[in-house]
């Protein structure tokens, strides 16, 4: 028998194989820096778009695949109303939203091989003024807010505050007294007095971090001023400057401030029962400097109208209802508005008046966007750059919360707050929930409850 005599492969060094690991590390790292490999991973599972506003999509691959869209009627590409088409990876995918629906959109390599799909809600065109103009705001609130505890003399050598006593907190806000409801301080004074006369107690109904307590308290009488007290501080209502950010003329509303407005003494959430907005003039402004804001100094028009009233305050702001563009409006007709997902960083302006009523552009960049999918204030930094603003007020003052942000032609959002140390730089909220607080725009969860929209080709 002969035997065949084999050489068996040295296996690859411990230097080979380093070297081959060095190489394919380099090789994905050049690869993943392609303009390819990026469109890839940054492509979106979900987009929504505005009826009538096309959206360009970019793979940036030399190949051909097949595009499928199982409602046509709802979405087009590249203006094909075919629900079956070939598309060059090449060149940009135009996306046509033609009516308001739900669409679903993939795209297969060689016929067979899945590459991405894309689900797409399309929603009613909307488009809304942006507003600049500064603003008086006065508003009460929706009972009598606890802003603090007041020691009431007794006797000689004897003080007592019977709501401390009673357990109510600084922010409660005492929406009912013996079943009645309370709007305004005048109502408190003449049963304050029969409860301390007839010595009973007062019956307060509280809310509390959004939950209703009861308890009792028994007014004492003031030796010293010979009126009947309840040992509280209490206030009812609350006026300041801001900012409109929009009005949205087919609805009828309006949004401004870009956040929620709170009692200064307990810094909580003032619950409003009523209010208005009115025209206001701008006649100084204190310039912000590292470690102290500035701020608009302004006052209400004595012949100015009521712009409109006050039916919400939330995180995101003030919002009402509006009958008319306000006067001084740098627009006249609507501008399209941009979700979160738009939001670039880059070159934006801001819509803000810095002298009497006239509305001016300022320049800004926005230097960091956080992507949300949920309402959340601060969804970007902003930065100011425009060297007249600069010098007119350091940066961002206070009053000028509210004042919208524009980027490449469509509303963005709004400034809400100033860097105290860098009075240059602040925060931004995205329209979006400003329009959801409106109730202009559906919310996430209202989305998943309606239904898909389907009409016949």
């Avoid at 809600?121 to 003024?129: A, S």
Wanted: net charge positive; aromatic share 6%; with cysteine.
């Amino acid at each position: 028998m002969l035997r065949i005599a084999t050489k068996e492969c040295d296996p690859l060094t411990p230097y080979v194989k380093r070297l081959i690991g060095l190489m394919l590390v380099i090789i994905i790292c050049a690869g993943s820096t392609t303009p390819s490999f990026r469109a890839y991973v940054t492509w979106p599972q979900q987009l929504r778009l505005f009826e009538g506003q096309q959206k360009h999509l970019n793979l940036s691959m030399p190949v051909m695949a097949k595009a499928t869209i199982d409602h046509p009627e709802i979405l087009q590409v590249n203006g094909n109303k075919e629900a079956v088409m070939n598309v060059s990876l090449n060149q940009p995918l135009a996306l046509q939203p033609k009516q308001v629906g739900q669409a679903e959109l993939k795209l297969k390599l060689f016929n067979r091989i899945p590459l991405r799909s894309l689900k797409v809600n399309v929603v009613p065109d909307l488009r809304v003024i942006p507003g600049g103009q500064t603003i008086g705001v006065k508003v009460k609130s929706n009972g009598i807010l606890v802003v603090g505890h007041h020691l009431v003399q007794v006797e000689d050598n004897r003080k007592v505050s019977p709501g401390e006593e009673a357990g109510v907190k600084l922010g409660d806000l005492i929406v009912r007294i013996n079943e009645e409801r309370i709007q305004d301080l005048s109502q408190v004074g003449s049963l304050v007095k029969a409860a301390g006369e007839g010595k009973k107690p007062l019956k307060l109904e509280v809310r509390r971090n959004g939950q209703l307590l009861n308890t009792e308290l028994r007014p004492a009488y003031d030796a010293e001023d010979k009126t009947w007290r309840l040992g509280l501080y209490i206030r009812d209502s609350a006026a300041g400057v801001g900012t409109l950010t929009f009005y949205a003329p087919d609805q009828g509303v309006y949004g401004a401030l870009g956040h929620v407005i709170t009692d200064l003494d307990t810094q909580t959430p003032i619950e409003v029962g009523r209010g208005e907005i009115l025209q206001s003039n701008v006649t100084s402004i204190s310039k912000s400097q590292n470690g102290e804001p500035g701020e608009k100094r302004a006052h209400f028009l004595k012949e100015g109208r009521v712009l409109g009233n006050v039916e919400r305050n939330t995180p995101f702001g003030i919002f009402g209802k509006m009958k008319s563009n306000p006067d001084h409006s740098l627009f006249k007709k609507g501008i399209p508005i941009a979700f979160n997902e738009e939001v670039r960083e880059g070159p934006a302006e801001m819509l803000t008046v810095v002298n009497g009523q006239e509305v001016e552009r300022f320049k800004i960049e926005i230097v960091h966007v956080t992507r949300q999918t949920a309402p959340a204030t601060k969804g970007m930094v902003i930065k100011i750059t425009d060297p007249r603003l600069l010098q007119k007020t350091g940066g961002i003052v206070q009053g000028m919360s509210g004042s919208p942000i524009i980027q490449n032609n469509k509303l963005i959002g709004a400034v809400t707050h100033v860097f105290v140390n860098n009075p240059s730089s602040g925060y931004g909220c995205f329209i979006e929930w400003m329009l959801q607080d409106a109730g202009v725009v559906l919310t996430q969860s209202q989305w998943k409850t309606t239904k898909k929209v389907h009409v016949p080709a």
